[in-house]
């Protein structure tokens, strides 16, 4: 019986979300803010002796600029849901 009430708690314990590390989540979310700013791309072109050349051209574009949201309002949020707290600096955006 004793074996069965352990393993309860520890299961628990181990699917509960640890917090971020607070400069980590602000560089995760400094990406989540600018692609909350506009539509992102690049565009490759090149070429090589094999293949010849080649080009490509890759564009995102977020919920959150779709949605509208404030850069700033998604970078703080996206600190509060990752560590629990507000954001130790300003992003760098």
Do not use: K, W
């Not at 090149?46 to 998604?74: K, T």
């Amino acid at each position: 019986m004793r074996r069965g009430g352990l393993l309860v708690p520890l299961a628990l314990v181990a699917c509960t979300p640890q917090p971020v590390d607070p400069e980590r989540a602000a560089q995760r979310c400094e990406e989540r803010a600018r692609a909350a700013a506009g539509p992102t791309g690049e565009v490759r072109l090149g070429a090589n002796s094999e293949d010849g050349p080649f080009a490509g051209v890759s564009i995102g574009i977020s919920s959150d600029y779709l949605a509208g949201r404030d850069p700033m309002a998604v970078y703080e949020q996206c600190v509060y849901d990752l560590t629990g707290a507000a954001p130790i600096r300003p992003p760098r955006l």
